[in-house]
């Protein structure tokens, strides 16, 4: 057995701990570019420039945001917001330390190299419980010319600071919280199956599993339920330390060339893949024991059988009102470049089976 272990310098998680990130920052430098979203909370007292992220980030964005930073002589950034911002706020923080252009660093479509010096420092602060992002190692961007999303990467992009406050949270729209809230689930399941899952990732997918489980829909019909919303925030943090650690699969294979080529959000993206792609990888996988611990985790029955696990998400996405693939524009003249895109996606190498490409149709087309 050999696997490694990376995470956040520090991770602060409790309500009302957003009021420690003002201070956290004045200690980290004394310039601060904050990277946030439209409706995100205001920090005051240690910004010196915005940059704000509309959409999914782009390399584009990157760029003009790392040329703020620069401008403005800042040396510090602070993400407040989902994973867009956090995202966004990592490669900035990257590229002010190692220089260059993002596509020098970015794979898929960059050159791919290595960055050679420590992101400048960083603190990731989530208004949203789904990515997990104030915990991962690398920051996903849109390249619209290339027609995909690929990653930044790098030990060296770990935050300084994850602050997770669930209060946060609380305001969030129901359509959000479910599409958020069936990411965060995404990111405890498919670590768990992964071929890459150890014995740490292990604990914290099965925990964050039981706790999506009992708060979900919960805090997706009562936003107001802190105790669901707390729940949702620490499933979507222990998704990110599983899937910095031991990889994800499928549905975010499929995310990347779906956020790449069309203005679907990611996480309704994923909420509306994850039912197939649980349904194949349970048909084509050779070992089933993983997939029948899901399905005893998130029914609460200790008969479970995997297909239960399956049937379980399916009837939560349709509670929830997740929308298909097709309410964002795809439809089955788009699936052979989706499926080529995902073949070569990095997430796609921890899915726990060799799916092949009839098998990846078929999961879009039950997706549409």
Not at 55 to 68: D, F, K, Q, S
Not at 76 to 94: E, F, P, T, W
Not at 95 to 115: I, M, R, T
Not at 229 to 238: G, P, V, W, Y
């Amino acid at each position: 057995m050999r696997f490694e272990f990376a995470t956040a310098t520090r991770i602060v998680f409790g309500a009302g701990t957003a009021g420690e990130v003002a201070p956290a920052a004045r200690a980290m430098g004394a310039r601060a570019l904050l990277v946030t979203q439209r409706g995100a909370p205001a920090l005051e007292g240690f910004t010196h420039a915005t940059l704000d992220v509309p959409g999914e980030p782009t390399v584009e964005l990157v760029r003009r945001g790392t040329e703020l930073a620069r401008a403005g002589q800042c040396d510090v950034v602070v993400s407040v917001g989902g994973g867009s911002a956090i995202d966004a706020g990592k490669a900035i923080a990257a590229l002010l330390a190692n220089g260059g252009d993002p596509l020098d660093y970015l794979e898929v479509v960059g050159k791919g190299q290595s960055l050679k010096m420590p992101s400048a420092p960083f603190i990731a602060v989530p208004t949203t419980a789904g990515t997990g992002a104030e915990v991962t190692r690398n920051a996903v961007l849109a390249s619209p010319e290339h027609g995909v999303k690929a990653s930044l990467r790098s030990p060296l992009m770990l935050p300084r600071l994850a602050v997770v406050d669930p209060d946060l949270t609380l305001d969030l729209p129901p359509a959000i919280t479910a599409s958020t809230g069936l990411d965060a689930l995404t990111q405890v399941i498919e670590p768990y199956v992964s071929i890459r899952a150890n014995p740490l990732t292990d604990l914290y997918s099965q925990e964050g599993m039981r706790r999506a489980a009992r708060s979900l829909v919960r805090a997706s019909e009562d936003g107001r339920d802190r105790a669901a919303r707390e729940d949702m925030a620490m499933a979507s943090l222990m998704g990110g330390l599983c899937l910095a650690n031991a990889g994800l699969g499928a549905v975010h294979g499929f995310a990347a060339p779906i956020g790449g080529s069309f203005d679907a959000p990611h996480g309704a993206v994923c909420a509306a893949l994850l039912p197939h792609v649980m349904a194949m990888n349970v048909r084509a996988a050779e070992k089933l024991e993983r997939f029948a611990t899901v399905a005893r985790i998130l029914t609460g029955r200790p008969d479970a059988v995997p297909e239960d696990g399956v049937e379980w998400v399916a009837r939560v996405c349709v509670r929830l009102r997740i929308p298909p693939l097709r309410a964002y524009g795809i439809g089955p003249g788009d699936l052979p470049a989706l499926v080529a895109g995902a073949a070569q996606a990095s997430s796609m190498k921890g899915n726990p089976a060799a799916l092949t490409a009839g098998e990846l149709t078929e999961i879009l087309r039950a997706a549409l």
